[in-house]
T-cell receptor
Framework: KAGVTQTPRYLIKTRGQQVTLSCSPISGHRSVSWYQQTPGQGLQFLFEYFSETQRNKGNFPGRFSGRQFSNSRSEMNVSTLELGDSALYLC??????????????FGEGSRLTVL | GNSVTQMEGPVTLSEEAFLTINCTYTATGYPSLFWYVQYPGEGLQLLLKATKADDKGSNKGFEATYRKETTSFHLEKGSVQVSDSAVYFCALKDTGGGNKLTFGTGTQLKVEL
């Protein structure tokens, strides 16, 4: 069974640009969440999607947005990039219904560098 | 709001030494507690979990007990190996539904021969 797949793995952008990151969850997982990991702030929750609906949102500015498609794949977008947006962005998926154990399955992340 | 506090790293140990990484939490209700591990260049993997008070999670020689009275979930291993070198994160998930995790800052462990 394939794990959580995130693309791209690495990318470099300049301030003011926007970026879109993609996440394909494990087959059958309908819940997808996103986290930002930085050396200074650690791991911070961005948002969670379930069945194409945002179920929960962290304390990030409106420049950070996301969506989920009918096949459970998810994208997150960051507009008007700032230097402080440089981070590893992690996606995680979780089984639903009877298969739910509380465990999140993480991808390897997309490392964004903003210059 | 919820919060997780874990000991600062890095922690450097010799192989076969005893490991303790402290973790305490603040939350309303009865959260589920987790330890995740991140190896270099990889995403996070679940190491162990506990869902109610006095539960003991265990995996790969690691253990942690959910202590409601001290709001703690300390990670222990009796004999560490070089392959255990990684960053360890304590986390909680509250009972409000959804899958939002609140993480501690992470503790880097380095095990030397």
């Amino acid at each position: 069974k394939a794990g959580v797949t995130q693309t791209p793995r690495y990318l470099i952008k300049t301030r003011g640009q926007q970026v879109t990151l993609s996440c394909s969850p494990i087959s059958g997982h309908r819940s997808v969440s996103w986290y930002q990991q930085t050396p200074g702030q650690g791991l911070q929750f961005l948002f969670e999607y379930f069945s194409e609906t945002q179920r929960n949102k962290g304390n990030f500015p409106g420049r950070f947005s996301g969506r989920q498609f009918s096949n459970s794949r998810s994208e997150m977008n960051v507009s008007t990039l700032e230097l402080g947006d440089s981070a590893l962005y992690l996606c995680a998926s979780e089984p639903s219904g009877a298969g739910r154990t509380g465990e999140l399955f993480f991808g390897e992340g997309s490392r964004l560098t903003v210059l | 709001g919820n919060s997780v506090t874990q000991m600062e790293g890095p922690v450097t140990l010799s192989e076969e030494a005893f490991l303790t990484i402290n973790c305490t939490y603040t939350a309303t209700g009865y959260p589920s507690l987790f330890w995740y591990v991140q190896y270099p260049g990889e995403g996070l993997q679940l190491l162990l979990k506990a869902t109610k008070a006095d539960d003991k999670g265990s995996n790969k020689g690691f253990e942690a007990t959910y202590r409601k009275e001290t709001t703690s979930f300390h990670l222990e291993k009796g004999s560490v190996q070089v392959s255990d070198s990684a960053v360890y994160f304590c986390a909680l998930k509250d009972t409000g539904g959804g899958n939002k995790l609140t993480f501690g800052t992470g503790t880097q462990l380095k095990v030397e021969l």
